[in-house]
């Protein structure tokens, strides 16, 4: 029988722990937390000083119970969850739960699931860090309060099964805000002036205006760009003066859990929680050879530090794979400019110098090796060599006016042999070419530009912005995202966030009410604050005190207010009711805006909003009943439903008036949504027809194959494009804009 028993959270880290610990120790999961707060209370004594009421979670009982049963006859119980605060407090409800003499218990840390990171955490125990668990409780205990005390405010003024959170709800007034500014935004005009120009050899090449008598040159409009236009006509162009100035471009540190989240998003489109998951997968161990290998460190850090042997390691693979032009003579160690790092951990890395990714992409899925070779690349390009450009600056005269050309030529490519397959260097400069020389003028060149206001968030972006921020924590980004998300506070529009019109109400309910509390700088204030409840300098409980007081006040100002603020959401129409004449109001339920009577509760008439923007205005009757049919937007998309419904149970899929393309289907295309909330395009004959397609069909035929319709489609990369499925053709909206006036 083992003498040791350790307990991890995750049954696939205990696989891989298993491996390297051998008989005397038998390995366990705790599958997450055992114990938590209560689902359907508070379960915080307020008046006691924030006491919490931890409870079993829900399908534990024989978890604890084996646990419990392995401890007893234990020599020692070395408890091993993440290292993080999450994993201090599950390890602190382990022990206070299997019954242990505290003698017997040892917590250790595991940075990395490898036989030495495993062997130097059981050399290296500690006790149970209560800083630590106590900064995870006083967390959980703002979340739950605030959670608790004001998402009923939401379902009194709104409808039930709205929530609010604390960080969650300062993430969507970020978004809100964002999309406030693009609907400000007034674009302006502007021009930019070319001038594409030959040498005496015949080179080409172009050359921008940037300046007019010694000025920053600013074109506004068409007919200012005509008039610079015709006063260069006749203007003799000189080569004024050509700069050349070599320049290194440094490789940037390692992955934090940020900056991880951020490359993942913008490489490869993985929102935070997929791409967490996936390294969560890589940290605790794939088969490799029929065994179990952590292949990453810890992925929840801040910290960009690197560890001696790390730096070592990956400096001897670069060498035999690459040679000395490649390594600098020292390692390359980073430090964070942000505050409240905490440096426990390591940056994220690989644990193995030996597998490098092409090694082991053949026992990896697709999005496991894309991962990998993403955190392996970024290390190793951070103990690189510069890459090396030589920048060139072309000035020329021409009157009044000054061009420029610019060109960039990589002399060395460095770091960016492993972390760009691009090559950014571009030289459209003439080879031969020197101060004095006269240039032919080929042709002149305008192009008309508009300002653009600030971008949408993607989830990339807005990690960056809530780490900037110092709001939330490594961990948080991506369960911060995936909440507001879920709950349809916000929608995904060409990789883009952009709040719903739920969004928009919610936030706008929180931020006059509660603008104390639901703000970015107040966020920040907590998170610093249950960092120092975690370096031990303040006490949990008084940092609860602190953030309740003006949390009641602000809570019950927004008490009331919630007659008013309600009154506010609601629009006044010009309809009047069907059945007693008085005015519509328009509200809110779960479903989205309705109609409803200005005189409820005495009248309790409503009927469905109908948008002329997207919903037909013609009558639709119930083929089983006859009645009217009522349109309603579900989990799963739109949809018309019986207006006799309960009595009468039909429903119809809510079709966009364009038929299905496959041969001998008599469906028709209808809209509808995927379980994560992403809109697709399928035949309302499904299953029997499986057609389907995320781009939206438009109703115009295809002018190359006669196709039924075309389609739009979006992509972060090319925007918005007009394309056949069936040929293949690309047109612009401009080409079609006639024939797609909606």
């Given at each position: 029988m083992a003498k040791n028993v350790l307990i991890v959270e995750s049954p696939s880290k205990a696989k891989t722990i298993k491996k390297y610990l051998g008989r005397d120790f038998q390995v366990l999961a705790s599958v997450g937390h055992i114990k938590d707060l209560p689902t359907k209370e508070l379960g915080i004594d307020i008046e006691k000083n924030f006491k919490p009421r931890y409870?079993?979670?829900?399908?534990?009982?024989?978890?604890?119970?084996?646990?419990?049963?392995?401890a007893k006859d234990a020599e020692m119980v070395y408890l091993a969850p993440d290292p993080d605060r999450e994993g201090e407090a599950i390890a602190w409800h382990i022990a206070n739960t299997i019954s242990v003499d505290e003698s017997k218990i040892k917590r250790v840390l595991f940075n990395e699931i490898t036989k030495k990171g495993?062997?130097?955490?059981?050399?290296?125990?500690?006790?149970?860090?209560?800083s630590l668990v106590n900064a995870q409780q006083a967390r959980r205990i703002l979340d739950r309060i605030v959670g608790y005390k004001t998402s009923p405010f939401l379902w009194k003024t709104l409808y039930s099964g709205l929530s609010a959170g604390r960080v969650q709800s300062v993430a969507l007034r970020i978004i809100c805000e964002r999309e406030a500014e693009i609907l400000a935004f007034e674009s302006e005009e502007y021009w930019n002036l070319f001038a594409d120009l030959a040498t005496e050899k015949g080179e080409e090449f172009r050359a921008q205006a940037v300046k007019y008598n010694h000025k920053t040159l600013k074109i506004s409009n068409?007919?200012?760009?005509?008039?610079?236009?015709l006063a260069l006509a006749d203007a003799t162009f000189t080569v004024e003066s050509l700069t050349e100035k070599n320049a290194k471009s440094n490789p940037t540190p390692p992955f934090t859990t940020s900056t991880f989240q951020q490359m993942a998003t913008s490489r490869y489109n993985y929102p935070p929680k997929k791409s967490m998951f996936i390294a969560q997968?890589?940290?605790?161990g794939v088969e490799i050879n029929g065994e179990p290998v952590g292949l990453i460190t810890y992925m929840r850090t801040d910290s960009v530090r690197i560890s001696g042997d790390a730096a070592d390691g990956i400096r001897n693979a670069l060498l035999e794979t690459y040679g000395p032009d490649y390594i600098p003579l020292h390692p390359r160690f980073f430090k964070s400019d942000k505050k409240n790092v905490q440096d426990a951990h390591e940056c994220i890395r690989p644990t193995r110098f030996d597998?490098?990714?092409?090694?082991?992409?053949?026992?990896?899925?697709?999005?496991?090796f894309n991962v990998y070779k993403m955190i392996w690349n970024k290390f190793a390009a951070s103990q690189m060599t510069p890459a090396e450009y030589k920048n060139k600056t072309l000035d020329i005269a021409a009157d009044k006016y000054l061009f420029r050309a610019k060109g960039k030529v990589l002399i060395f490519d460095g770091y960016l042999r492993i972390w760009s397959s691009k090559d950014t260097s571009e030289d459209p400069i003439p080879a031969q070419i020197a101060q004095g020389d006269t240039l032919q003028l080929q042709k002149l060149a305008t192009e008309q530009k508009f300002t653009a206001p600030?971008?949408?968030?993607t989830d990339g972006t807005l990690v960056k912005e809530l780490d900037n921020l110092g709001i939330g924590r490594p961990s948080t980004y991506a369960t911060i995202i995936s909440t507001i998300t879920q709950r349809k506070y916000v929608e995904t529009e060409a990789g883009k966030l952009k709040p719903t019109d739920l969004g928009i109400k919610v936030n706008k309910i929180l931020v006059s009410g509660m603008p104390d509390i639901f703000n970015v700088e107040f966020t920040g204030k907590m998170e610093a604050e249950l960092d120092e409840v975690e370096s031990n300098k303040k006490d949990w409980q008084?940092?609860?005190q602190d953030f309740y007081k003006p949390f009641e006040k602000s809570l019950s100002k927004l008490e009331g207010m919630r007659k008013e603020i309600k009154e506010s959401l609601q629009e006044k129409t010009s309809e009047t009711c069907d059945q007693c004449g008085a005015p519509l109001l328009i509200k809110w339920s779960k479903n989205g805006r309705f109609y409803a009577c200005s005189r409820f509760p005495d009248c309790k008439f409503t009927k469905p909003l109908v948008n002329p923007t997207n919903l037909p205005v013609t009558e639709k009757k119930c083929p089983t009943c006859g009645a009217d049919m009522n349109f309603k937007e579900g989990k799963f998309g739109k949809f018309w439903a019986c207006s006799k419904y309960p009595e009468c149970k039909t429903t119809l899929p809510y079709d966009i008036g364009i038929g299905c393309p496959m041969p001998g289907c008599e469906g028709m295309i209808v809209e509808k949504r995927t379980q994560k909330g992403k809109t697709f395009y399928g035949c309302s004959k499904y299953p029997s027809c499986s057609y389907a397609t995320w781009n939206k069909p438009l109703p115009v035929r295809c002018p190359n194959c006669d196709h039924p319709f075309l389609e739009r489609k979006e992509t972060k990369r090319v925007g918005v494009q007009i394309i056949c499925s069936n040929c293949k053709s690309k047109f612009s909206e401009e080409d079609l804009e006639e024939n797609l006036k909606e």
């Open positions: 409870v079993t979670v829900k399908g534990k009982t024989k978890v604890i119970s084996s646990l419990k049963n392995a495993i062997e130097y955490g059981i050399r290296h125990p500690r006790s149970i860090d209560y068409r007919e200012e760009s005509e008039k610079h236009t997968q890589l940290y605790e597998l490098s990714p092409d090694k082991v992409e053949s026992f990896l899925n697709k999005e496991q600030p971008p949408r968030f008084e940092v609860m």
